[in-house]
């Protein structure tokens, strides 16, 4: 069965980076793009990015650029996210999706997700 | 950025009843809409997916319709499993964007 597998939660300080990860099994990993989201109490759901699991492609959202990095590792079936310069606006459950592509474009629905990570950015 | 409203932002229904939750998008999107449920502590779920399109294993008392900019989720028959938050999201333009949610409780 399809399964996205996230790493634990992180507690980071202002300043400073966190990575974190997303195990896919269950399919063929290079056959669809992986998403992530970041989910607030304030903000709701924000769509940060995703990255062609294939060719290692990214592509953010404006809003996240410079502070998301997106990169893929085709010999685990895995992806990370990195975060940088974190501040407490980044403290956030953040989740990867799964998206389907047509001719390699991605289709903007995701069918399946990992099960979060929450990110604490406290001093 | 394609801005989403939902409506209600709450509401509660008896067991058996059909209860409807609506989504506006700021401008056309051809269909490209798609629901989530997530109930507390989990991840969302997709129920739906191109308006209308029926997940794999989602109950068909679900179901969405919709066009151009007024999309709504329709539930049928409300099980007490389907106390939950539910989240409409637009796929048509880069970036993807979500509603607010809907939090549906039972009465």
């Known amino acids: 069965q399809v399964q996205l597998q996230q790493s634990g939660a992180e507690l980071a300080k202002p300043g400073s980076s966190v990575k974190i990860s997303c195990k896919a099994s269950g399919y063929t990993f290079t056959s669809y793009y992986i998403s992530w989201i970041k989910q607030t109490t304030g903000q709701g759901l924000e769509y940060i990015g995703y990255?062609?699991?294939?060719?290692?492609?990214?592509n953010y959202n404006e809003k996240f650029k410079g502070k998301a990095t997106l990169t893929v590792d085709k010999s685990s079936s895995t992806a990370f996210m990195q975060l940088s310069s974190l501040t407490p606006d980044d403290s956030a459950v953040y989740y990867c999706?799964?998206?389907?592509?047509?001719?390699?474009?991605?289709?903007?629905?995701?069918?399946?997700w990992g099960q979060g990570v929450m990110v604490t950015v406290s001093s | 950025d394609i801005q989403m409203t939902q409506s209600p932002h709450s509401l509660s229904a008896s067991l058996g009843e059909t209860v409807s939750i609506e989504c506006l998008a700021s401008e056309g999107i051809s269909n490209y809409l798609a629901w989530y449920q997530q109930k507390p502590g989990k991840s969302p779920q997709l129920l739906i997916y191109?308006?209308?399109s029926l997940q794999d294993g989602v109950p068909s008392r679900f179901s969405g319709s919709g066009s151009g900019t007024q999309y709504s989720l329709k539930i049928s028959n409300m099980q007490p499993e389907d106390e939950g938050v539910y989240y409409c999201q637009q796929g048509y333009k880069y970036p993807p964007t979500f509603g607010s949610g809907t939090k549906l409780e039972i009465k």
């Open positions: 191109y308006a209308s």
């Open positions: 999706a799964r998206s389907d592509t047509i001719a390699a474009i991605p289709l903007y629905y995701f069918d399946y």
């Open positions: 990255i062609n699991t294939g060719s290692g492609g990214t």
